[in-house]
């Protein structure tokens, strides 16, 4: 099991147990990509979801609520 797949695993099981930069390489690992955004706010988009997933940032770590959030749309894209 690689690198990757570890951390994948761990988000879907706990989200809330990573640290941001960690949900950043995941999402970006199922095809979001980072969308320039001023402020302390990431925006992410994907070409296959309506909504953009907007994360507040902010020391470097973010609200466990995001964390779920990215984790329910991660899991909406895996059904398809």
């Not at 995941?26 to 988009?45: D, M, N």
């Amino acid at each position: 099991m690689s690198k990757t797949e570890k951390l994948i695993a761990k988000f879907l099981k706990n989200p809330g147990s990573l640290h941001y930069s960690e949900v950043d390489k995941i999402l970006i690992h199922y095809g979001f990509t980072r969308v320039p955004a001023k402020g302390s706010h990431v925006k992410y988009k994907h070409q296959h979801l309506q909504h953009d997933l907007v994360i507040p940032v902010h020391d470097g770590d973010c609200n466990k609520f995001y964390k779920e959030m990215a984790r329910k749309l991660i899991r909406s894209l895996l059904k398809k």
